[in-house]
């Protein structure tokens, strides 16, 4: 009986996460396209014309949200030229605090776009507050709390991100399943081209071309499991003085007080191309890129896990294999 009522419970929640998976209407679709300060909330799945320009931001949130997405059709997202934030994404798919638990939304499509500025993904912290996740870190499941509580299956296949400062794509902490498919970075970021953060897990980077100008390395792979970064190409612009990194793994300890429980572990990046690299410092590829090697670690201390009792990146059973290296200027 009791296996019965479990079987239930998940194809209630099945159904649930797949309530929205219905067109848009002509409707939606004008009031999506239509000038406003307010994100436009989707709940459906959108198909544009090569023309449309949707200046207005988006909001995928909660499980209503589920089976939502937007074919542009070569149509474009966003403000050309126009600067994003953290707090002002041009797509933000995001979980819902709901009583003890989180609404969050799966089975989400992007596809065909051009974007201009950056796609964030969040779980715990979403809204801004860190106070869910601090919270959740100190306690020995950590890593599947935050997993449960964020976005996952997440598809953006065929998008050009034109960069307008902040990070183009940020998969926040316990998101799973996002797989990125023959994107595009394009533009400027004054950090990473792309940022999988803690706990988040089996999401895949394929076949892309990454020619971003960014401050720091392309990927950074922070505390991120089980991940594919394969067959992309990396322009990584260095010079005699300027030496940029391609796909940097590590586990950013005690930043912000929040406690790493997941290692940067049996990841695969492999078949990648890199060219422009520095002659004395290529660093395509580094694992173990801090070892503990931040003011902050310390903040996170007193707990018998994770990086609050071992500051260390311990990344693990990666696999870097068939990646080709070029120097600039060769």
Request: charged share 20%; proline share 4%.
């Amino acid at each position: 009986m009791m296996g019965l009522l479990a079987l239930l419970l998940v194809q209630a929640a099945g159904a649930t996460e797949q309530a929205a998976a219905r067109p848009c209407s002509a409707a939606q679709i004008a009031e999506m396209t239509a000038p406003a300060e307010t994100p436009y909330r989707l709940t459906c799945r959108a198909v544009l014309t090569p023309v449309t320009q949707v200046r207005r931001r988006i909001l995928i949130e909660g499980a209503e949200a589920s089976g939502a997405g937007i074919d542009c059709r070569g149509g474009a997202l966003g403000v050309p030229g126009a600067a994003t934030t953290t707090a002002t994404p041009t797509v933000f798919i995001a979980s819902r605090r709901e009583g003890e638990g989180w609404s969050r939304p799966a089975d989400i499509r992007l596809e065909n776009c051009i974007l201009h500025g950056a796609v964030r993904i969040w779980g715990m912290g979403a809204g801004g507050s860190m106070r869910d996740l601090l919270a959740s870190s100190r306690t020995a499941g950590h890593t599947a709390a935050a997993q449960a509580a964020a976005p996952t299956r997440i598809t953006l296949s065929d998008l050009t991100f034109a960069a307008t400062g902040s990070i183009p794509l940020y998969v926040g902490p316990g998101v799973t399943g996002v797989m990125v498919e023959r994107p595009r970075f394009t533009g400027r970021s004054v950090s990473t081209a792309v940022y999988l953060d803690a706990e988040s897990a089996d999401n895949a980077i394929i076949d892309g071309v990454f020619d971003i100008r960014t401050g720091r390395e392309q990927i950074a792979v922070d505390g991120s499991a089980r991940n594919r970064i394969t067959g992309n190409r990396f322009a990584l612009h260095s010079g005699v003085l300027r030496s940029r990194g391609g796909v940097f793994l590590y586990r950013n300890c005690g930043e912000d007080g929040v406690i790493r429980h997941q290692t940067p572990s049996d990841n695969r990046i492999t078949d990648n191309v890199f060219t422009g690299a520095h002659w004395l410092w290529p660093r395509a590829v580094v694992v173990g890129a801090r070892e503990g090697n931040r003011r902050y670690c310390r903040d996170d201390a007193g707990w018998p896990f994770g990086s609050s009792l071992d500051d260390g990146d311990h990344a693990t059973g990666n696999e870097v294999a068939r990646n080709t290296v070029r120097r600039f200027g060769g």
